[in-house]
């Protein structure tokens, strides 16, 4: 006869696939929390708290484990150059030296009686260097795989490429238009995606598993994993037609009671929305495992959620933090490990035996070092000032399987396709303009000059990394540019569009970049080409902060029509800006807004850092 225990366990072991949980939580009302804030507040956080650490305060036995946790790799198979090679000033990234990393701190627990469970936080793909992106991320998957990533929420990157492409990539098959690229399959990802609030619109069901339940010793370990509510307006709409996303804080909380239904007390948050540390004249430059002046939209998110959630998993803003915030009736260990695969977040954890509920939970950031250390607290350099890589801390079996992408992709990648004078960065003034920003909006307008564009518009989410003249991808010359340095800045393969406005509709455009206007919830200053100036004053009212908009000099006319160039990503309505649908007689350039890129690099002398005085911020 089974013992009545082990029943229940197997039971809990199906919910992983989400057919039980799902007819039982559709007998389940949603409950709604207390009205967030207007503003975010601000949490509370003692200076030296770092790691964070919570104890619960619970007596008796107690089974111990390990979390593993990153959040945001985009597919940083290689490791980050120019100004992103390095968090504070320790070069770290790269998939091989995160494999090691991993191994290396499973050893550690394991040494203690530690079972480590490897969790993710979402946009593991999309937004990723050619090396994965020319694949359709199938490296990443394979890498992650390879890794020994377990389970892992998704992120609004993981619909870059449509709700029907994220299935794909769960469950492997070759992809419909370009097939299996690398001759041997994809097998998807062994590694669970939760997405319980993307919903299906027809079924009114998570288009993939809510939850997940794993084992530490015989005590259950429940996962809820989702992105962030906001997805809409910062994808593609076209590729997710069919899904809503819900509320996270509701959807977290519907979930988690069910798991607590099935005696599941000990429960993690993995959710793809994230704050920020900020500095203070203290604290000038947090510290990886920090908590200084935090902020953000997931402080209001922990506020509101049930206390069996003593871990929250972070991600989106690639930053950095370790933090203990206020839940619903207790207090969260919260977490962010950057981006980019360059930190690990090491969390030890205890669960009471007799309550089934986390005992103590500490997290502290891990940096994943991939430099060769000069024995004076710095790290070597070769001659043009890029970090020596060392050899001896790569992961051998990852770096096999990431150096077959890197040999299929090197004769595209390594191509030299034009020349830059000097850096350019996509870091923004107070103006909220940058020099990157005007060259590529600038390079799409020179690409659309067939559509008689006159004005060109780029998001400033949409640009992903720097140009660093000194970077050497492929072997090239200071100051030249490979396609694959130009792919990693613009990775998104969108179309670029020319559409007809009226002045009076382009003013509303560029109102939009506003909360308050026009639905518009984040503030975004689109990037704009040559001969396009304005100011906008903070102060003024929504839909009023615009003026002084001119073209070359001449005032806009609010009556009379002007050819715009966006992406299709904007033209669609991305980023909240809805206005950017109302243009008419839309037509399509060849190629991607990469192609644009390229050819501008590659049109004459060495391009130079746009301007970035474009527009002015009196106010």
Not at 165 to 177: D, N, S
Not at 180 to 185: P, S
Not at 457 to 467: E, H, T
């Given at each position: 006869?089974?013992?009545?225990?082990?029943?229940?366990?197997?039971?809990?072991?199906?919910?992983?696939?989400?057919?039980?949980?799902?007819?039982?939580?559709?007998?389940?009302?949603?409950?709604?929390?207390?009205?967030?804030?207007?503003?975010?507040?601000?949490?509370?956080?003692?200076?030296?708290?770092?790691?964070?650490?919570?104890?619960?305060?619970?007596?008796?036995?107690?089974?111990?484990?390990?979390?593993?946790?990153?959040?945001?790799?985009?597919?940083?198979?290689?490791?980050?150059?120019?100004?992103?090679?390095?968090?504070?000033?320790?070069?770290?990234?790269?998939?091989?030296?995160?494999?090691?990393?991993?191994?290396?701190?499973?050893?550690?627990?394991?040494?203690?009686?530690?079972?480590?469970?490897?969790?993710?936080?979402?946009?593991?793909?999309?937004?990723?260097?050619?090396?994965?992106?020319?694949?359709?991320?199938?490296?990443?998957?394979?890498?992650?795989?390879?890794?020994g990533l377990q389970v892992s929420s998704v992120g609004n990157h993981e619909f870059d490429e449509g709700v029907d492409e994220l299935i794909r990539m769960q469950r492997g098959g070759c992809h419909?238009?370009?097939?299996?690229?690398?001759?041997?399959?994809?097998?998807?990802?062994?590694?669970?995606?939760?997405?319980?609030?993307?919903?299906?619109?027809?079924?009114?069901?998570?288009?993939?598993?809510?939850?997940?339940?794993?084992?530490?010793?015989?005590?259950?370990?429940?996962?809820?994993?989702?992105?962030?509510?906001?997805?809409?307006?910062?994808?593609?709409?076209?590729?997710?037609?069919?899904?809503?996303?819900?509320?996270?804080?509701?959807?977290?909380?519907?979930?988690?009671?069910?798991?607590?239904?099935?005696?599941?007390?000990?429960?993690?948050?993995?959710?793809?929305?994230?704050?920020?540390?900020?500095?203070?004249?203290?604290?000038?430059?947090?510290?990886?495992?920090?908590?200084?002046?935090?902020?953000?939209?997931?402080?209001?998110?922990?506020?509101?959620?049930?206390?069996?959630?003593?871990?929250?998993?972070?991600?989106?803003?690639?930053?950095?933090?370790?933090?203990?915030?206020?839940?619903?009736?207790?207090?969260?260990?919260?977490?962010?490990?950057?981006?980019?695969?360059?930190?690990?977040?090491?969390?030890?954890?205890?669960?009471?035996?007799?309550?089934?509920?986390?005992?103590?939970?500490?997290?502290?950031?891990?940096?994943?070092?991939?430099?060769?250390?000069?024995?004076?607290?710095?790290?070597?350099?070769d001659a043009a000032g890029v970090f020596l890589k060392n050899p001896a801390t790569v992961d051998a079996k990852a770096k096999k399987v990431a150096d077959k992408y890197r040999t299929a992709v090197?004769?595209?990648?390594?191509?030299?396709?034009?020349?830059?004078?000097?850096?350019?960065?996509?870091?923004?003034?107070?103006?909220?303009?940058?020099?990157?920003?005007?060259?590529?909006?600038?390079?799409?307008?020179?690409?659309?000059?067939?559509?008689?564009?006159?004005?060109?518009?780029?998001?400033?989410?949409?640009?992903?990394?720097?140009?660093?003249?000194?970077?050497?991808?492929?072997?090239?010359?200071?100051?030249?540019?490979?396609?694959?340095?130009?792919?990693?800045?613009?990775?998104?393969?969108?179309?670029?569009?020319?559409?007809?406005?009226?002045?009076?509709?382009?003013?509303?455009?560029?109102?939009?970049?506003?909360?308050?206007?026009?639905?518009?919830?984040?503030?975004?200053?689109?990037?704009?080409?040559?001969?396009?100036?304005?100011?906008?004053?903070?102060?003024?009212?929504?839909?009023?902060?615009?003026?002084?908009?001119?073209?070359?000099?001449?005032?806009?006319?609010?009556?009379?029509?002007?050819?715009?160039?966006?992406?299709?990503?904007?033209?669609?309505?991305?980023?909240?800006?809805?206005?950017?649908?109302?243009?008419?007689?839309?037509?399509?350039?060849?190629?991607?807004?990469?192609?644009?890129?390229?050819?501008?690099?590659?049109?004459?002398?060495?391009?130079?850092?746009?301007?970035?005085?474009?527009?002015?911020?009196?106010?």
């Amino acid at each position: 006869m089974d013992h009545p225990r082990r029943r229940g366990w197997a039971v809990l072991r199906h919910l992983a696939v989400p057919a039980l949980a799902l007819a039982v939580v559709a007998t389940l009302p949603m409950t709604r929390p207390e009205q967030a804030p207007a503003s975010t507040p601000v949490a509370k956080y003692l200076p030296g708290m770092a790691p964070a650490s919570v104890s619960y305060g619970l007596s008796g036995k107690t089974v111990k484990g390990q979390f593993l946790s990153y959040n945001d790799f985009h597919g940083a198979i290689d490791p980050p150059g120019g100004s992103g090679a390095a968090v504070n000033g320790t070069p770290a990234g790269g998939v091989e030296y995160l494999a090691t990393y991993l191994k290396k701190l499973r050893a550690e627990a394991a040494a203690e009686g530690r079972k480590t469970l490897t969790v993710g936080a979402g946009d593991l793909i999309g937004g990723t260097p050619l090396v994965s992106a020319a694949f359709h991320d199938e490296p990443t998957i394979e890498l992650m795989n390879e890794v020994g990533l377990q389970v892992s929420s998704v992120g609004n990157h993981e619909f870059d490429e449509g709700v029907d492409e994220l299935i794909r990539m769960q469950r492997g098959g070759c992809h419909p238009t370009d097939g299996c690229q690398d001759g041997d399959g994809f097998k998807g990802a062994k590694f669970t995606y939760l997405a319980a609030n993307t919903i299906n619109k027809k079924t009114g069901l998570p288009i993939l598993p809510p939850i997940d339940i794993k084992f530490v010793n015989g005590t259950p370990v429940g996962f809820v994993g989702l992105t962030l509510e906001g997805t809409p307006g910062i994808v593609n709409p076209a590729g997710i037609k069919t899904v809503r996303f819900a509320n996270e804080v509701e959807t977290a909380n519907k979930w988690g009671n069910v798991l607590k239904l099935f005696g599941v007390k000990a429960q993690v948050l993995l959710v793809h929305q994230g704050g920020q540390q900020n500095v203070s004249e203290q604290v000038p430059v947090p510290g990886v495992s920090d908590c200084n002046a935090f902020a953000g939209p997931i402080v209001p998110i922990v506020a509101g959620l049930n206390p069996e959630f003593s871990l929250v998993v972070s991600g989106h803003t690639h930053r950095f933090y370790s933090c203990t915030l206020p839940n619903s009736q207790g207090t969260s260990v919260v977490t962010s490990a950057g981006s980019n695969g360059q930190l690990i977040t090491d969390i030890d954890y205890a669960i009471n035996q007799r309550t089934g509920r986390f005992a103590e939970v500490t997290a502290k950031n891990v940096v994943v070092e991939n430099g060769v250390s000069d024995g004076k607290g710095g790290w070597l350099r070769d001659a043009a000032g890029v970090f020596l890589k060392n050899p001896a801390t790569v992961d051998a079996k990852a770096k096999k399987v990431a150096d077959k992408y890197r040999t299929a992709v090197a004769p595209i990648a390594n191509k030299v396709v034009g020349s830059i004078a000097a850096d350019i960065t996509r870091t923004a003034g107070a103006n909220g303009e940058s020099p990157l920003g005007d060259v590529i909006a600038d390079a799409q307008l020179a690409w659309t000059t067939a559509s008689n564009a006159q004005i060109a518009l780029m998001n400033p989410g949409g640009i992903r990394a720097d140009f660093d003249a000194e970077q050497s991808s492929g072997g090239e010359a200071n100051g030249q540019v490979t396609y694959g340095e130009a792919f990693t800045v613009q990775p998104f393969n969108n179309l670029v569009v020319t559409q007809t406005f009226t002045g009076a509709q382009l003013k509303n455009v560029l109102e939009q970049q506003f909360v308050g206007f026009g639905g518009q919830t984040t503030q975004r200053i689109l990037q704009v080409s040559a001969g396009l100036t304005y100011s906008w004053n903070s102060t003024a009212p929504a839909g009023s902060k615009v003026t002084a908009l001119a073209l070359n000099g001449t005032p806009i006319d609010p009556a009379a029509n002007y050819q715009v160039t966006t992406n299709d990503f904007l033209a669609n309505g991305g980023d909240g800006f809805t206005n950017l649908t109302l243009g008419t007689g839309r037509t399509t350039a060849p190629g991607f807004d990469v192609d644009a890129l390229v050819g501008y690099l590659g049109a004459g002398a060495p391009v130079v850092p746009g301007p970035a005085n474009r527009i002015t911020k009196i106010g």
